[in-house]
């Protein structure tokens, strides 16, 4: 897997429930263009176009929340919503 920060995670993570960028946003206290630019690097970083990115997280999903090097550091909202515990 490519070398992504937690926050990157983190934020494929909601992407792969269908969160909106604003929503994530808000769920991770980050600005709007905070979440549109990591969404960029990730997308750089696999070499795939943004609008793909949606479709990696959700194949990638599992894989993404076992990468998260401080698993207590993810808001409880977050684990709510991809559904781990």
Avoid: H
Avoid at 17 to 44: F, H, N, P, W, Y
């Amino acid at each position: 897997m490519v070398s992504l920060t937690d926050r990157q995670r983190q934020i494929c993570l909601l992407l792969s429930v269908g969160q909106a960028a604003k929503s994530i946003a808000r769920l991770l206290d980050i600005g709007l263009r905070t979440v549109e630019m990591e969404k960029q690097q990730v997308a750089a970083s696999l070499k795939i176009p943004t609008r793909q990115l949606t479709i990696w997280a959700v194949e990638n999903r599992t894989d993404l929340f076992e990468a998260i090097k401080d698993k207590k550091a993810v808001p409880k909202s977050i684990l709510d919503l991809i559904g781990s515990t």
